[in-house]
């Protein structure tokens, strides 16, 4: 190609930022960008969300709206759902969770291999919404830690987005000795009837 | 179209078993006593002016304070004469058995099982009578007027 580095050259100009560095990098002659290594990582982590969308209720079609074309979670990289939990880093629980599906959630929860983010997607999932009742888990996190709390009945899109683009920031600035988070923890509650 | 007539054909097939009737603006009702329920189902069904070939819903009302307690609610639709009637079984709740209809209608199934998870009656006769919605372990009839409306049982948790 017969590039030549120098000052004025294009490895020059596409510094990040924009701006000439005055550090080790030009030294380096714009050949090479340092950053740490976190920091790299969790720049990749947060626009590369695979999700896995936990739709138990009427959010699902909020869900579906938002991963459509016409919100597009896509642009902010969170394209693809994987109906595998292993396959999946970004926990969706989408919907009202009853206490007879709570055991599930959080065998979903620690089937997926870390790191693993939950988003709370609605009032439901968030604090158990008007169902105050009986059958209904008075919010997630009573079983699962949880990123990002999204309210709404049902949320709008442009709340769901928001809440991605918050977690992404919450990524942005994790180390490494947040993970491993481990298992859920939760214990049984009710104990068998003889 | 003559309304009650399924109420007058009742009644003078089962004159012992009808307790009260009535036919506000069209909707035919008989109460009757639960040990016939099985006999009435079958003679609404198979009746051939009646046909009551379609059960669309059974389901429990609490009347708590009142005696007998509980009352089991059969709706039923003719399909052949486009005819409805809404049968009531007064159940107590010292004595909370009644028949199974399954027998006469498959799709009593669910229902009786839905009926039992919620107000605790048991139908004689049924195949499977075990909860439906609810969990194992799960302790009383969440939907009786005497449910505690603060108590919990989860089946896992931390805080829950």
């Known amino acids: 190609m017969g590039v030549t580095f120098g000052k004025e050259s294009a ?6 930022g924009g701006t000439v560095s005055d550090g080790p990098e030009r030294l380096l002659d714009g050949s090479a960008i340092l950053t740490r290594l976190q920091a790299a990582v969790n720049w990749g982590r947060k626009y ?50 009853s206490h007879k599906q709570a055991p599930i959630l959080v065998k ?31 919010g997630i996190d009573t079983l699962i830690p949880v990123d990002v709390y999204v309210p709404g009945c049902p949320p709008r899109p442009e709340m769901v987005l928001d809440g991605l683009l918050k977690l992404q920031e919450k990524v942005a600035k994790e ?16 104990k068998k009837q003889e | 179209m003559e309304t009650n007539v399924t109420i007058k054909k009742l009644s003078n097939r089962f004159p012992g078993a009808i307790i009260e009737t009535h ?29 009551y070939n379609f059960m669309m819903d059974l389901t429990v009302v609490d009347y708590l304070g009142r005696e007998p307690r509980f009352e089991v609610v059969y ?26 209809i399954v027998p006469v209608w498959v799709g009593a ?46 089946l896992i948790g931390p805080i829950n």
């Open chain 1, 48 to 97: 590369s969300f695979f999700l896995y969308p936990f739709v138990t209720a009427c959010c699902g079609m909020e869900f579906m709206s938002v991963a459509g074309p016409k919100y597009d979670l896509d642009r902010f990289g969170a394209a693809l759902p994987r109906f595998s939990p292993r396959q999946a880093d970004l926990l969706m629980v989408v919907g009202t969770i």
């Open chain 2, 23 to 51: 036919s506000h603006r069209g909707d035919d009702t008989a109460v009757v006593k639960k040990e016939s329920i099985l006999e009435i189902c079958t003679f609404l069904r198979d009746d051939e002016a009646l046909l």
């Open chain 1, 175 to 190: 180390r490494w000795s947040d993970w491993p988070r481990g298992a859920a923890p939760v214990t049984p509650m009710l």
């Open chain 2, 75 to 100: 709706h039923l639709f003719s399909l052949r004469h486009n005819r409805r009637v809404r049968i009531k079984a007064r159940v107590s709740e010292a004595d909370a058995i009644i028949d199974s």
């Open chain 2, 109 to 154: 199934n669910w229902f009786e099982r839905e009926a039992f998870d919620m107000y605790g009656i048991t139908f004689k006769g049924h195949p499977e009578m075990r909860r439906i919605l609810l969990y194992e372990g799960f302790e009383g009839h969440p939907l009786r007027k005497d449910y505690p409306i603060k108590k919990r049982q989860p």
């Open chain 1, 11 to 16: 490895s020059r100009r596409i510094v990040p």
């Open chain 1, 108 to 138: 979903v929860y620690n089937q997926m291999t870390e790191p693993k983010w939950v988003f709370a997607f609605g009032v439901c999932a968030v604090s158990g919404g008007f169902y105050n009742n009986y059958s209904v888990v008075q």
